[in-house]
């Protein structure tokens, strides 16, 4: 080994040396060891672990030959003397076998345990379930009756007697402020029957007790064809308001007016297809004027009253959205004879006990047989107000 300063080297034999003398005669020494050295010679070819393996099973290393095969095939290595100083030599076979360790399954592998079920007893909730059961019995035997002649709904004949007994009184709105009630029965025949167009033309959206007051109005103002077509649309504004819509009812009142004058000379049309023609006159309307005016039954009309009570009672298949559905739905299994009543029957029923907020439920003696009754006295009513139906 060399000891180095700046300029000048001083080497094992004690002499100094310059710096390029230095250089040269390190490089002839390590060319000198490299090719003297066996393991240099054939280090290309050997790989790493190969030359280990030669190297540490002699003492003083042979030459290597230059071939790779020759020189692992010449001398094997022992493996106990590669093995490290302070690791036991294992054996190659234990006498004694450990049993295998236990699969530890995962929390969603394992099987769970069922648990014992805790019974509470509950006499409330017992009483409910039981009434609940004899009336679903109760139901089932009736459709099984029903179904062997088509169907109609579980003792709907129970229900309208009840219904009957509840309005045997008749002191609903309906019942004095009606289109039936409020025409002048005294005057013409053809007038009587254009009070009572007017009158159901001014009720949609409206109270009975509105109507009736806008009605009695138009009656002492003179209500006749001839005599509305020559009044100012001010003038029937002041008689009909407040009724709901009002300003675009005048424009009904004035184009209906005129039509019956040019086509039916006064008088309305005495079919259902002529009524429905006019300005403002819908299905439900149409089938009233028939019924009161030309006592001629053409089918149920259902307003907002009869279309709820029917969806509630479940008198229809299916629950119904728009009242022209709930119509075609009570005729087909209702009997003709009972088409004129119904319409009185359920809107006055709507008006004074099954009402669209707050029913009284309790007081009705529908409310074993109603479906929505004995639902809202178990669970209560519900709390917001149901939706209105839509006009079709």
């Not at 029903?146 to 709105?173: C, H, N, Y």
Request: with cysteine.
């Amino acid at each position: 080994m060399f000891l180095s300063r700046p300029n000048v080297a001083v080497s094992i034999y004690g002499g100094i040396l310059s710096k390029k003398n230095l250089f040269s005669l390190a490089l002839k020494m390590s060319s000198k060891t490299a090719s003297a050295s066996p393991y240099f010679q054939d280090v290309k070819r050997l790989t790493r672990s190969q030359a280990k393996l030669i190297l540490g099973s002699q003492d003083q290393p042979s030459v290597v030959s230059s071939s790779r095969t020759s020189a692992t095939e010449t001398r094997k290595p022992q493996i106990s003397k590669l093995k490290r100083p302070h690791v036991p030599v294992r054996y190659e076979s234990r006498t004694t076998s450990r049993p295998p360790p236990k699969k530890v399954l995962s929390n969603s592998a394992k099987p769970s345990k069922p648990r014992k079920a805790t019974l509470k007893f509950d006499p409330e909730a017992d009483m409910k379930t039981d009434d609940a059961n004899a009336d679903k019995q109760k139901d089932e035997d009736f459709k099984e009756k029903s179904q062997a002649k088509g169907w109609e709904p579980v003792r709907w004949k129970e229900t309208l007697d009840f219904i009957r007994e509840m309005r045997k009184e008749k002191d609903a709105p309906v019942d004095s402020m009606g289109a039936e009630k409020i025409g002048d029965h005294d005057a013409a025949p053809e007038v009587f029957r254009y009070h009572v167009l007017l009158s159901l033309l001014l009720s949609s959206q409206t109270k009975d007790q509105v109507t009736s007051a806008a009605m009695m109005a138009l009656r002492n103002h003179g209500c006749t064809v001839d005599n509305i077509l020559k009044t100012s649309d001010q003038k029937i504004g002041e008689l009909i308001y407040p009724v709901g819509f009002w300003k675009k009812k005048i424009d009904y009142i004035k184009r209906t007016s005129q039509v019956l004058k040019d086509k039916y000379n006064g008088d309305i049309p005495a079919t259902l297809e002529g009524l429905v023609k006019l300005p403002g006159i819908g299905p439900k309307m149409a089938h009233i004027i028939m019924d009161v005016g030309w006592n001629k039954v053409t089918g149920i009309g259902v307003d907002t009253h009869v279309h709820r009570i029917t969806n509630r009672l479940k008198w229809v298949k299916k629950p119904t959205t728009v009242p022209e559905d709930t119509r075609k739905g009570l005729e087909d299994w209702l009997p003709r004879e009972l088409w004129s009543e119904v319409n009185v029957l359920l809107v006055g029923f709507g008006q004074q006990t099954c009402l669209p907020v707050n029913p009284r439920c309790s007081e009705c003696l529908c409310k074993d047989l109603c479906p929505y009754g004995r639902s809202a006295l178990r669970y209560g009513s519900p709390k917001r107000k149901e939706a209105s139906p839509k006009k079709k």
